[in-house]
C-alpha cells in the first residue's frame, strides 16, 4: 500500500506537471487526472494492474465513480472560483492531513529520523522497538543508511517489495509526530469553510474511500 501510494501521488504529480503551461488558460486537469488515475490498466509498483487489484467489477467501478466525483467536484469549483484557488486549497489541505508523506513539509525529517534509527535502534525510545529492530535483523537488499535515505526521499515506490515490508516492519511508520523534527500542520490553517470547497463529496455511501 505504501508503494502504491506513493505511486500514486508521482503519477498525480507528474499530471499537474504535463498541464501546467495550460492551468491557467481555461483546462481542466481534474478531468486529466481521473482519466489517469482511474484508468483500469494503470500500473501498480507489484507489477499489477489496478483491474487485477479489485475484488470484482462492482468494486473497481465504485472506485472509478469515487475518483470522478471527486475530480468533477473540484473542476466545477474551479470554473467558479479560479484554477489556482482551488489548487491552493488542495495543496492546504494536503499539508493538514498528510504533512509526515513523501513530499510533503515533515517527510525528509522523518526519513532522516527513522534512517538515524535504523543505524542504531537504541535511538528508539521504546523498548519494543529496540528488541523489533534487532529482530528483524539487518535491511535487506544490501542497503545501507545512505542507499535508503535516497530511496525514501526519491519515493518509497523506488523501493523492492521486500525492502518496503521490511521498513514497515522496522517502524516507518511508528515514529511520533514529536521525532519528526516538525510540528504538524494545523488542521484548521483556513476559516471554517473555505476547505469545505475541496472536501470529497459523499456521493454513493457505499463508495471506497480508503
Not at 70 to 95: H, M, N, P, T
Request: charged letters at 20%; a positive charge.
Amino acid at each position: 500500500m505504501m508503494r502504491a501510494n506513493a505511486a500514486a501521488t508521482r503519477l498525480v504529480r507528474s499530471v499537474l506537471r504535463d498541464q501546467q503551461s495550460y492551468l491557467y488558460a481555461g483546462s481542466d486537469p481534474f478531468r486529466r487526472v481521473f482519466q489517469t488515475l482511474a484508468d483500469p490498466d494503470r500500473m501498480l509498483p507489484d507489477g499489477r494492474r489496478l483491474i487485477d487489484l479489485a475484488p470484482d467489477a462492482v468494486e473497481l467501478t465504485r472506485l472509478r465513480t469515487h475518483v470522478e466525483l471527486c475530480c468533477s467536484a473540484w473542476a466545477d469549483s474551479a470554473a467558479v472560483r479560479g484554477l489556482g484557488k482551488i489548487l491552493l486549497l488542495l495543496a492546504c489541505r494536503g499539508a493538514a492531513l498528510n504533512w509526515r508523506w513523501w513530499l510533503s513539509t515533515g517527510w525528509p525529517q522523518l526519513v532522516e529520523t527513522f534512517v538515524r534509527r535504523i543505524d542504531d535502534p537504541t535511538l528508539w525510545r521504546n523498548p519494543w522497538e529496540i528488541n523489533n529492530r534487532r529482530r528483524i535483523g539487518d535491511p535487506p537488499d544490501g542497503l545501507t543508511g545512505t542507499n535508503l535515505r535516497q530511496l525514501l526521499l526519491a519515493g518509497p515506490d523506488q523501493l523492492t517489495a521486500t525492502a518496503a515490508a521490511y521498513y514497515l516492519k522496522a517502524g516507518l511508520s511508528a515514529l511520533p509526530p514529536q521525532d519528526c523534527g516538525l510540528p504538524p500542520a494545523r488542521r484548521r490553517l483556513l476559516p471554517a469553510g473555505y476547505l469545505g470547497l475541496v472536501e470529497e463529496p459523499s456521493g454513493d455511501p457505499t463508495l471506497i474511500t480508503g
